[in-house]
Structures are given as C-alpha cells and as structure tokens.
C-alpha cells in the first residue's frame, strides 16, 4: 500500500519560514513526479510546486507564480522523499497543504493540476499570522 506522510507544518508569523517534508513508502518515486498542492478554507485545491524528472539524474523544478522565489521544491530518492521549504511567507500561504505522487515513471505533462497524481497524503496545516 502507498503512502504519503506529511509533516513540518505549523503556525508562523509573516515572514518566516518552514519546512514540509513527504515521506512516501509502499513504491519508489525515484523517477516519478512529485508535487505540494494546497487548499484554503473555501477555495479550490491549487497546485504549489513539483519536481519531475527529465532524464538521467536531472529534474525540473515548477512553481505556482504566486509562490515563485519563495518556496523551493527538493527530492531525496534515497530517501524517497520530498520537501517544501517556504520562506518569507505570507498570511495568504495559510492553508493545508499536501503532498502528491505520479503512478507514471518519467516526464509528466500535467504536474500542475491534481490529475496527475495517483497518489496523495493527509496533508498538514500551515498558518501564517499577520
């Protein structure tokens, strides 16, 4: 059985930072797109970042344009895991965030809306005071 944990949210005040981490078990995604997604009370499930692989040790790195130059999406496949560092955060960042595995090895087209992802975790709550 595939899972996805997150963990590392919290409260923080504007401009500081965190850390979410996504441990997955169950299968590898080494070479499998991987992505944060968030959803504020109200809204509509909006995607953060993803790393997709692109060919021997290589990822792409992508971002939503509102969290651009803020947040950093990294991977250990070693690990199998994923993290989402957010800096100078903001009190519009407040949201539960989750975490998202591909089922399809290799290159994904569609890393930005939730189709794309088989696989995704509980999520884990980030506030951001003002």
């Known amino acids: 059985q595939v899972q996805l944990v997150e963990s590392g949210g919290g409260l923080v005040q504007a401009g500081g930072s965190l850390r979410l981490s996504c441990a997955a078990s169950g299968r590898t995604f080494s070479t499998s797109a991987m992505g944060w997604f968030r959803q504020a009370p109200g809204k509509e499930r909006e995607f953060v970042a993803a790393t997709r692989w692109s060919g021997g040790n290589t990822f792409i790195a992508d971002y939503a344009d509102s969290v651009k130059g803020r947040f950093t999406i990294s991977r250990d496949n070693a690990k199998n895991a994923v993290y989402l560092q957010m800096n100078s955060l903001k009190p519009e960042d407040t949201a539960f965030y989750y975490c998202?595995?591909?089922?399809?090895?290799?290159?994904?087209?569609?890393?930005?809306?939730?189709?794309?992802?088989?696989?995704w975790g509980q999520g884990t709550q980030v506030t951001v005071s003002s």
């Open positions: 998202a595995g591909s089922s399809r090895p290799g290159y994904l087209r569609d890393y930005d809306v939730s189709t794309g992802y088989a696989y």
